[in-house]
């Protein structure tokens, strides 16, 4: 059974600093590709940023230069650090795993940031 936690959400003010992390559970983290999904009150769910095992990294042009994903393949965490944050970085944030050899996805329940002042 694989399980998918974040942390380190919150309220934080308009240029400020958050560091997400989502713990993994089960086999899956080694041979996953890890991502980080957002989605704002009344808009669909989008894409943020991916990693993949071997540690090659996307990211949406709307957070590239701000945003930045990393993985502890010890740990089995992968981490979101979030700099020069705007009002409109609100959303729920989720992790999911993609496994490399089914496709199986996995996501997390997400959590909340908030980007005012």
């Known amino acids: 059974q694989v399980q998918l936690v974040e942390s380190g959400g919150g309220l934080v003010q308009p240029g400020g600093s958050l560091r997400l992390s989502c713990a993994a559970s089960?086999?899956?983290?080694?041979?996953?590709?890890m991502g980080w999904y957002r989605q704002a009150p009344g808009k669909q769910r989008e894409l943020v940023a991916t990693?993949?095992?071997?540690?090659?990294?996307t990211s949406a042009d709307s957070v590239k230069g701000r945003f930045t994903i990393s993985r502890d393949n010890a740990k089995s965490t992968v981490y979101l650090q979030m700099n020069s944050l705007k009002p409109e970085d609100t959303a729920i944030y989720y992790c999911?795993?993609?496994?490399?050899?089914?496709?199986?996805?996995?996501w997390g329940k997400g959590t909340l940031v908030t980007v005012s002042s």
């Open positions: 990693m993949t095992p071997a540690g090659t990294a």
């Open positions: 089960g086999s899956i983290f080694g041979s996953a590709v």
């Open positions: 999911k795993a993609r496994s490399l050899y089914y496709g199986t996805e996995y």
